[in-house]
């Protein structure tokens, strides 16, 4: 569903992404790895479009995206979810949701995909009319990937979804991954809790300094002490 070949990203004048090539299948979760600086949320950022000096190649379900504005990635069925979740102050949990619809064809299904939300994520269906900044911090990260699940997007990005989080949410949080898997979403997730981003993934990339410098399956990759020692200690 996703190709990378020969990425390169830039930060004013720092080349920060150099050449990196990778893939993720249909319906696969894949893991980027490494320690905080070595480029994976830049990564993501430049996947979804959001850095404007990017060179190579990206192909979503074969089409080229380096030429679309970050919009038009999203209309392609791409959504994102960034570290910092952006939850929009003064809004509440529901109007949160529906900013999820309101660029999308499909807004015409607001209320039923509403529905559909508040059944998966159960905390956010009783806190419909409370602000979303109000939430605690896991429950806000619940409503940034409910906010990019609306329109039903064909793959994901996600950034450290587990961080600062209680223990309980991540449990819970990870399960969902697992069950939006198995409903047919791609995954492309980064995350420095590598036992459970590992649990749950097909493969994984481990990254270093803006440039891929292992992969392998999720398995050989939990099981490599030496390799996770190495790159992915914080």
Not at 36 to 52: P, Q
Not at 149 to 154: D, E, L, Q, T, V
Request: include cysteine; proline fraction near 3%.
């Amino acid at each position: 569903m996703l190709k990378v070949e020969q990425l390169n990203a830039w930060y004013d004048q720092s080349h920060v992404i150099q050449g990196l090539g990778f893939h993720v299948g249909r319906g696969e979760i894949v893991t980027l790895m490494g320690r905080n600086g070595a480029g994976k949320t830049t990564t993501l950022r430049t996947i979804m479009g959001l850095l404007s000096k990017a060179r190579g190649t990206v192909v979503f379900d074969g089409q080229d995206l380096l030429p679309m504005a970050p919009h038009q990635r999203y209309h392609l069925g791409l959504a994102y979810v960034p570290e910092e979740r952006r939850i929009v102050p003064g809004l509440s949990v529901l109007e949160n949701l529906q900013l999820g619809l309101l660029a999308s064809a499909r807004r015409g299904e607001m209320d039923a995909m509403i529905d559909e939300i508040a059944q998966t994520f159960p905390r956010l269906k009783e806190r419909l009319s409370q602000e979303g900044t109000s939430l605690s911090g896991g429950e806000q990260q619940m409503l940034a990937i409910a906010r990019a699940m609306m329109a039903k997007p064909r793959m994901i990005l996600l950034d450290e979804p587990s961080e600062g989080i209680m223990p309980i949410l991540v449990d819970e949080m990870f399960e969902l991954f697992a069950r939006m898997k198995q409903q047919g979403t791609t995954i492309l997730l980064v995350e420095q809790n590598v036992e459970r981003a590992l649990g749950i993934s097909d493969r994984a990339y481990i990254l270093d300094q803006g440039q891929i410098v292992h992969q392998g399956t999720a398995a050989e990759l939990l099981a490599d002490e030496e390799i996770q020692e190495k790159y992915c200690a914080v």
